[in-house]
Every structure is written in structure tokens, then in C-alpha cells.
């Protein structure tokens, strides 16, 4: 089911080698055809994230993928076009997507083919110009928050928490009904937590020793679970603050990988795209006002630009609009 005549070929950013953001040029390429099981988007938007980089440099390739490769793991738009099998979309549909298995390419295009089942409405609440830097972020987010699987009520510590994952991390624990330590980075992080509702907001890059009394201040027993987005020396401070039995969650690909030692337990997990994570993600979402926080958005004609500002510091996501 096709909505109107499309166009052969289509703009993409791509690239034919690995190696830096210089390898991505725009071109024009097939737009690519849809099986059963598939839907073709009308890109709206793309998240721009570590893993396109990894993606470029040539360390975390789809299966199945071949040069010219178009990036880009989560995005946005209009289902245009169903494959046969698919009974949960219809064309005209909003969606978002995250995909780490796409072998026909990725959103830095202006039409994408994936399989259906990773796709979803994009919820209430959440803008649809910023709906595709959420998708990768948010399902991995709730993938830590099942790690811990914390009661409602615990004390959850998310370092940081001003970065694309742990800023919606944070919403995503307030909805479940824990209670939320945001270690963020700089000023504008502590800032951005405390909008989105964190219970203590702290500043990762301040005095240490006045970062563990506040957090022991607001939980005497200690915290039980910490997500950390990222790995090092702050990290191993703040397990300082583990309660007994407290768990360290951390998304594969942070780095260094926090170790176990006693009295802190690690466990690694990973993002889940799939029909049932996409169902309870929008129930979640649409439980209250829900902010995805973009620091900066470029056209993709300044797709090269996007990859250079992921090697800086920056609050939130960064958004390529193809549309």
C-alpha cells in the first residue's frame, strides 16, 4: 500500500568508506523498496548519536549492510508506504523509530525501509519536529531502569543526567515513582535536570565532597541503584553512596566499563527496540508532559557539522530535519 507516486531516487547523506564526519557526503541513491514485513518512512527527522559515529568509523555496522551506507539508527516521519504483513501501521501514520538492524539504510535520507515492528506512534506530548532524536536514548533509558528494577519509592542516582539517555532517564524514573539524584554536567545540566524534575540536582564537575554529603543528606541509607551514562573517576566516587545490596546499571559502550568490587554490584544492558518496549515507552510518555531536549538541530546538507558537535560537550540530543 502505497500513499502516491514517489520519486526514484532520493537525497541521502552517506559514505563509502570508514573513517572521520569528512567521509559522509550528500548524493542522490535508490529510494529503497519495501517487503512484507516493512514500512517506507517520508523522513521528517534523525537523531544524531555516539553509535552514527561508531557506525561511520566502521566499528558497529548494521548486519547485512553494504556500501554506499546510509547512518543514522533512530529517526522520524510518515509511513508512506506498508508491506503486506504489516496490520500495526497505516500509511499516514507519525512514527518513530529506532533501528539498529536496517540493512537498506538509515534516517539521514529522505525515505527509510525498516520492519515494522520497530516502529511506533509517536506519543502525545512529544513534539513531532523533535520525535526522532528520542527513540534509541529512550528505550535504552528504560532498559537501565529494568536492570534496577527499583521499587517505587527507592532512591535511583543517574550520572549523567543531562546527556541524551539521562535526561530522559530522569523522566522516565519520575513516572515509575522513584526518586530521582541527577548528576549532571555544568550549570546549564543542573538547570535542565531540575526542569524535568529530578528530586536533587548536582553538578558532576563540582567539589566531590560536598556532591556525596548532599546526596547522603537526601538519602541517609544510601542510593539504591545508580544508572551511570558514563564510566571513570566520578563514577567510582559516587558508588560511595550505594545502599547495601545497590546496583551499578550501565548501558554497553560506556567507557571505561565500571567494575564490580565489594559491595558494588555492575550489570551491563542494552537498548531493546521491539513491539512490546515501544507500547509501554508511549504509556510512560504519555503520562505527563515530556520534554526531549535538543541542543542543537542542522539541516543534513550540514550532516558533517552534526558529527563533529558529537565529539563536545552539549545538554541533551542533536537533530539532522530532512524534511
Do not use: C
Amino acid at each position: 500500500m502505497v500513499d502516491g507516486d514517489l520519486p526514484d531516487r532520493m537525497q541521502a547523506a552517506a559514505f563509502d568508506e570508514f573513517g572521520g564526519p569528512e567521509v559522509i557526503t550528500l548524493r542522490k541513491l535508490p529510494i529503497p523498496q519495501v517487503a512484507d514485513d516493512e514500512v517506507l518512512i517520508k523522513v521528517w527527522s534523525a537523531g544524531v548519536g555516539v553509535w552514527d559515529a561508531y557506525e561511520r568509523q566502521g566499528v558497529l555496522v548494521p548486519e547485512g549492510s553494504a556500501l554506499p551506507i546510509v547512518p543514522g539508527s533512530d529517526g522520524a516521519g510518515t509511513v508512506i508506504a506498508a508491506g503486506g504483513k504489516v496490520s500495526s501501521l497505516a500509511v499516514g501514520d507519525l512514527v518513530y523509530v529506532s533501528a539498529s538492524t536496517r540493512p537498506k539504510g538509515g534516517f539521514y535520507a529522505e525515505y527509510a525501509a525498516v520492519k515494522a515492528e520497530y516502529a511506533a506512534k509517536v506519543p502525545d506530548g512529544v513534539p513531532p519536529e523533535h520525535a526522532g532524536a528520542m527513540p534509541t536514548d529512550a528505550l535504552t533509558a528504560l532498559a537501565g531502569l529494568d536492570t534496577l528494577s527499583l521499587s517505587a519509592g527507592a532512591w535511583l542516582l543517574i550520572f549523567g543526567a543531562s546527556g541524551g539517555q539521562g535526561h530522559l532517564a530522569v523522566q522516565l524514573a519520575k513516572r515509575q515513582g522513584l526518586n530521582v539524584v541527577a548528576v549532571a554536567s555544568g550549570a546549564d545540566g543542573v538547570a535542565l535536570v531540575t526542569r524535568l524534575g529530578a528530586d536533587v540536582s548536582l553538578d558532576g564537575h563540582g567539589d566531590m565532597t560536598d556532591v556525596l554529603a548532599r546526596i547522603r543528606d537526601a538519602a541517609p541509607g544510601g542510593v539504591n541503584g545508580i544508572l551511570a551514562m558514563a564510566g571513570g573517576a566520578t563514577l567510582d566516587r559516587l558508588t560511595e553512596t550505594l545502599a547495601e545490596d545497590g546496583v551499578v546499571a550501565f548501558a554497553h559502550g560506556v567507557q571505561p566499563e565500571p567494575q564490580e568490587r565489594p559491595g558494588v554490584m555492575v550489570r551491563a544492558y542494552d537498548g531493546e527496540s521491539s513491539p512490546r518496549q515501544l507500547q509501554r515507552l508511549n504509556e510512560l510518555v504519555e503520562a505527563g508532559p515530556f520534554v526531549v531536549h535538543v541542543a542543537e538541530t542542522f539541516p543534513l546538507g550540514k550532516v558533517r557539522d552534526a558529527h563533529k558537535r558529537l565529539q563536545t560537550s552539549y545538554a541533551g540530543k542533536l537533530l539532522l530535519t530532512v524534511a
